[in-house]
C-alpha cells in the first residue's frame, strides 16, 4: 500500500467481517503502509512471489496507440483442479503488488481447487509504462484502463492455459475478488466485463464516487465514541490555535517539521487518529488521551507522544507522505505509489475528507479548497476529479451489476461510500460476531459455489 494519508478507501476495521474472512488479503494490500508491507512480504506470507510479465497495451481506447508495457502478474496453481477448476482473479489495486499472499483467498481456492491469478495495477509497483511519472505521463492511468487491463488479460491467460493443455476454446470459470479501491474494480469487473466472469467479491468496495467526502470524518467521530471525540475536538481546535501563533514549534512537537504547508500537516494530524478506528485498535489512541485530560495535563503534548510512538513508531508511516513535495517527485520508485493515488483522486474518484461544517473532529481548514490546490500543485493547472461523470460510467451506488457480493465493516469510515446492501442474488452482512461472522461466510462459499456451477452450465463459457 501507498505509505498511507488515508485517504485511500478503508481496508475493514477489525470487527468486521472481511477482516476476519480475507484477513491477510484485506491488510495485504491497501491500507498498510509500505514499511510494513516490507517486512511482511520478508515472511511466509505469500504463496507465491515469483514474478510473471504480460504485454499489456498502453491505451485500450486509442485506435491508433499500438505501445505496449510489461505487466507483472503472479499465478498460484498448487490447489488448481487441473482440467476445470475454477479460476480465482485477484485484483491488485493501488500499490505494489510483491505476490499473492496468504490469506483467506487461499483457503477458499484450496476449497474450489482453484488457480490464484494476480495482475498488479498498472503504473503501481514494477508495472509502469514510464520511467517518469509526470502529469503527461500519467494520462493512461485510470480505473476504466486498469478494468480493459484485466479483461485483456483474463483473455490472454485462458488462451495461453489451452494452449498449454492442447485445447482450443475452452472456458474455466473466472472469479474476481478485491478489498477497497480493488474491491470497487472487482464489482466494475463484473459490471463491464459480465462474460468475463461468473461473479465479484467486492470488500468495502468504494464503488460510489465522493466529492466532499464529509462522511469519513462523521464516521471517525462515531468510532471514537462521545467522550474520546470531545478529547479530539479540543486538540483539533488548540492546535489550530497554535498554528496561529507557534507554528514551527508546534509541527517540531510532532516530528512533522518538513510539513511546510498547514493543511499537510492538519491532513497527517487528522489522518493520525483515523488509524486506529480503521484497524480496530481505538484504545490505543482514546486511553491515553481520555487519561490525559482527566489528569488536566497538555492535550496537544498527549497527542503527539500518541502521534510520534503510535502512528509513526509502531504504524510505521511516515511523515513525507504527507509531503506535496513528495508528491510532486515524478520519479518511479518506492514511494511512488503516494503520487499515484493522489493522481486518481484528482481526476476520478476525489474522495476529499473534508471537515464537514458542523461538530467536525478535523480541523477545518482541511476543506475543498486544500484539496483542489493539492490537485493543482502537485499535478498542475487542469487537474480536479470528474466524480459526476465516474459515477455516470458506472452507476455509483446504483451500479447495476448482478453476481457481485458486497460486504463492508461497521466502523469502517468508508462504508458510506461503498454499497450498503449486497446485489441481487446475495446477501452477505457485516457483522461483530465470530458466529455470524462464520454465518457469513458460509454465505460467501455458497454464493460462489452457486455461481460458478451456473456459469458452467450457462454454456456462454463455451464460446
Ligand atoms: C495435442 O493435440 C494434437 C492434435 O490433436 C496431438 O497430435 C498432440 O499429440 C497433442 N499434444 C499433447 C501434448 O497432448
Ligand atoms: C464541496 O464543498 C464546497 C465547499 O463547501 C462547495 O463549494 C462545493 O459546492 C461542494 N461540492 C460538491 C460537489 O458538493
Ligand atoms: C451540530 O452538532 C451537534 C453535536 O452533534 C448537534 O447537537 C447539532 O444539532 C448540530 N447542528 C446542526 C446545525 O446540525
Ligand atoms: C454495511 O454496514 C452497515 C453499517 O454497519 C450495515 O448496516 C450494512 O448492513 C452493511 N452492509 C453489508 C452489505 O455488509
Given at each position: 500500500m501507498g505509505t498511507m494519508r488515508l485517504l485511500k478507501p478503508l481496508v475493514v476495521s477489525v470487527s468486521s467481517l472481511f477482516f476476519v474472512a480475507l484477513s491477510g488479503f484485506a491488510h495485504g494490500f491497501v491500507m498498510t503502509p509500505r514499511s510494513l508491507i516490507n517486512r511482511l512480504s520478508q515472511s511466509s506470507y505469500y504463496l507465491t512471489t515469483k514474478e510473471l510479465w504480460f504485454d499489456q497495451?498502453?491505451?485500450?481506447?486509442?485506435?491508433y496507440d499500438h505501445r505496449q508495457f510489461k505487466q507483472r502478474y503472479y499465478e498460484f496453481?498448487?490447489?488448481?483442479?487441473?482440467?476445470d477448476g475454477p479460476i480465482f482473479l485477484k485484483i491488485c489495486g493501488e500499490?505494489?503488488?510483491n505476490g499473492i499472499s496468504n490469506d483467506y483467498l487461499g483457503v477458499l481456492a484450496k476449497k474450489f481447487g482453484a488457480a490464484v491469478v494476480s495482475l498488479e495495477h498498472r503504473y503501481y509497483g514494477k508495472s509502469s509504462p514510464f520511467k517518469s511519472h509526470t502529469t503527461e505521463n500519467l494520462k493512461y492511468l485510470s480505473s476504466k484502463q486498469a478494468l480493459f487491463d484485466l479483461a485483456v488479460f483474463r483473455q490472454w491467460y485462458q488462451e495461453s492455459l489451452n494452449l498449454k493443455r492442447n485445447r482450443t476454446g475452452a472456458e474455466n470459470s473466472w472469479f474476481v475478488f478485491g478489498v477497497s479501491y480493488s474491491g470497487a474494480l472487482s464489482a466494475w469487473f463484473r459490471l463491464k466485463f459480465p462474460h468475463l466472469t461468473c461473479g465479484s467479491l467486492a470488500s468495502s468496495a468504494v464503488v460510489h464516487a465522493v466529492y466532499n467526502y464529509t462522511d469519513y470524518d462523521k464516521q471517525v467521530g462515531e468510532s471514537a465514541g462521545p467522550e474520546c471525540k470531545a478529547v479530539l475536538q479540543e486538540i483539533t481546535e488548540l492546535v489550530d490555535r497554535s498554528l496561529e501563533t507557534n507554528k514551527k514549534e508546534l509541527k517540531e512537537q510532532f516530528g512533522?517539521?518538513?510539513?511546510?504547508?498547514d493543511g499537510d500537516f492538519l491532513y497527517f494530524l487528522a489522518d493520525a487518529a483515523v488509524v486506529v478506528f480503521q484497524y480496530g485498535h481505538p484504545d490505543a489512541l482514546c486511553t491515553p488521551l481520555v487519561e490525559a485530560k482527566k489528569a488536566g495535563v497538555d492535550l496537544v503534548a498527549a497527542y503527539a507522544k500518541y502521534v510520534k510512538?503510535?502512528?509513526?513508531?509502531?504504524?510505521?508511516?511516515?511523515?513525507?507522505?504527507?509531503n506535496q513535495k513528495h508528491l510532486k517527485n515524478t520519479a518511479v520508485k518506492e514511494g511512488s505509489s503516494d503520487r499515484l493515488w493522489w493522481f486518481q483522486v484528482c481526476t476520478e474518484v476525489a474522495y476529499f475528507q473534508v471537515a464537514p461544517s458542523n461538530d467536525t473532529v478535523r480541523s477545518s481548514k482541511i476543506d475543498t479548497k486544500y484539496h483542489l490546490d493539492l490537485c493543482k500543485n502537485v499535478f498542475g493547472e487542469g487537474i480536479y476529479p470528474e466524480v459526476d461523470v465516474t459515477n455516470i460510467y458506472y452507476g455509483g451506488t446504483n451500479i447495476a451489476g448482478s453476481k457481485i457480493i458486497f460486504t463492508n465493516g461497521?466502523?469502517?469510515?468508508w462504508r458510506h461510500a461503498s454499497k450498503q446492501t449486497s446485489s441481487p442474488g446475495s446477501n452477505a452482512q457485516s457483522c461483530n460476531i465470530p458466529d455470524a461472522v462464520n454465518k457469513v461466510r458460509q454465505k460467501m462459499i455458497e454464493h460462489i459455489n452457486l455461481w460458478l456451477s451456473e456459469c458452467k452450465g450457462s454454456g456462454w463459457h463455451s464460446m
Amino acid at each position: 500500500m501507498g505509505t498511507m494519508r488515508l485517504l485511500k478507501p478503508l481496508v475493514v476495521s477489525v470487527s468486521s467481517l472481511f477482516f476476519v474472512a480475507l484477513s491477510g488479503f484485506a491488510h495485504g494490500f491497501v491500507m498498510t503502509p509500505r514499511s510494513l508491507i516490507n517486512r511482511l512480504s520478508q515472511s511466509s506470507y505469500y504463496l507465491t512471489t515469483k514474478e510473471l510479465w504480460f504485454d499489456q497495451t498502453l491505451d485500450h481506447y486509442s485506435p491508433y496507440d499500438h505501445r505496449q508495457f510489461k505487466q507483472r502478474y503472479y499465478e498460484f496453481l498448487d490447489y488448481f483442479q487441473v482440467t476445470d477448476g475454477p479460476i480465482f482473479l485477484k485484483i491488485c489495486g493501488e500499490s505494489s503488488c510483491n505476490g499473492i499472499s496468504n490469506d483467506y483467498l487461499g483457503v477458499l481456492a484450496k476449497k474450489f481447487g482453484a488457480a490464484v491469478v494476480s495482475l498488479e495495477h498498472r503504473y503501481y509497483g514494477k508495472s509502469s509504462p514510464f520511467k517518469s511519472h509526470t502529469t503527461e505521463n500519467l494520462k493512461y492511468l485510470s480505473s476504466k484502463q486498469a478494468l480493459f487491463d484485466l479483461a485483456v488479460f483474463r483473455q490472454w491467460y485462458q488462451e495461453s492455459l489451452n494452449l498449454k493443455r492442447n485445447r482450443t476454446g475452452a472456458e474455466n470459470s473466472w472469479f474476481v475478488f478485491g478489498v477497497s479501491y480493488s474491491g470497487a474494480l472487482s464489482a466494475w469487473f463484473r459490471l463491464k466485463f459480465p462474460h468475463l466472469t461468473c461473479g465479484s467479491l467486492a470488500s468495502s468496495a468504494v464503488v460510489h464516487a465522493v466529492y466532499n467526502y464529509t462522511d469519513y470524518d462523521k464516521q471517525v467521530g462515531e468510532s471514537a465514541g462521545p467522550e474520546c471525540k470531545a478529547v479530539l475536538q479540543e486538540i483539533t481546535e488548540l492546535v489550530d490555535r497554535s498554528l496561529e501563533t507557534n507554528k514551527k514549534e508546534l509541527k517540531e512537537q510532532f516530528g512533522a517539521a518538513e510539513l511546510e504547508i498547514d493543511g499537510d500537516f492538519l491532513y497527517f494530524l487528522a489522518d493520525a487518529a483515523v488509524v486506529v478506528f480503521q484497524y480496530g485498535h481505538p484504545d490505543a489512541l482514546c486511553t491515553p488521551l481520555v487519561e490525559a485530560k482527566k489528569a488536566g495535563v497538555d492535550l496537544v503534548a498527549a497527542y503527539a507522544k500518541y502521534v510520534k510512538e503510535y502512528f509513526v513508531g509502531t504504524f510505521c508511516v511516515s511523515v513525507e507522505t504527507y509531503n506535496q513535495k513528495h508528491l510532486k517527485n515524478t520519479a518511479v520508485k518506492e514511494g511512488s505509489s503516494d503520487r499515484l493515488w493522489w493522481f486518481q483522486v484528482c481526476t476520478e474518484v476525489a474522495y476529499f475528507q473534508v471537515a464537514p461544517s458542523n461538530d467536525t473532529v478535523r480541523s477545518s481548514k482541511i476543506d475543498t479548497k486544500y484539496h483542489l490546490d493539492l490537485c493543482k500543485n502537485v499535478f498542475g493547472e487542469g487537474i480536479y476529479p470528474e466524480v459526476d461523470v465516474t459515477n455516470i460510467y458506472y452507476g455509483g451506488t446504483n451500479i447495476a451489476g448482478s453476481k457481485i457480493i458486497f460486504t463492508n465493516g461497521s466502523q469502517d469510515p468508508w462504508r458510506h461510500a461503498s454499497k450498503q446492501t449486497s446485489s441481487p442474488g446475495s446477501n452477505a452482512q457485516s457483522c461483530n460476531i465470530p458466529d455470524a461472522v462464520n454465518k457469513v461466510r458460509q454465505k460467501m462459499i455458497e454464493h460462489i459455489n452457486l455461481w460458478l456451477s451456473e456459469c458452467k452450465g450457462s454454456g456462454w463459457h463455451s464460446m
